[in-house]
Nanobody, 123 residues
Framework: QVQLVESGGGLVQAGGSLRLSCAAS????????MGWFRQAPGKEREFVAA????????YYADSVKGRFTISRENSKNTVYLQMNTLKDEDTAVYYC????????????????WGQGTQVTVSS
């Protein structure tokens, strides 16, 4: 069992930066691959980024590649999403999730989810 709690969301101007954190509890956290997803109003939840349990592999959606960076510190049971050069279209609720199925973009592969944190980008 893994519990996930996101933080770091907020209101930011276009072009600005935010860093989201996802704190995990549970003894087996370090062997889970982790992902970030987001859901904007009226839209389906979509993949943003993922990282392997070791941190050695990462994968990004095309829409955030070059702007967002996913990382993790297993010693702190935390995964991060550094978001730079934010755009209006990045406005959404951001969720972190844990998977035992590898670094994947598939929502169905993730077993545990946080409650989400709101990111609002104003122009």
């Amino acid at each position: 069992q893994v519990q996930l709690v996101e933080s770091g969301g907020g209101l930011v101007q276009a072009g600005g930066s935010l860093r989201l954190s996802c704190a995990a509890s549970g003894r087996t956290y370090s062997i889970y691959d982790m992902g970030w997803f987001r859901q904007a109003p009226g839209k389906e939840r979509e993949f943003v980024a993922a990282i392997s349990w070791s941190g050695g592999s990462t994968y990004y959606a095309d829409s955030v590649k070059g702007r967002f960076t996913i990382s993790r510190e297993n010693s702190k049971n935390t995964v991060y999403l550094q978001m730079n050069t934010l755009k209006d279209e990045d406005t959404a609720v951001y969720y972190c999730a844990a998977s035992r199925s590898g670094v994947t973009i598939s929502i169905r592969a993730y077993d545990y989810w946080g409650q989400g944190t709101q990111v609002t980008v104003s122009s």
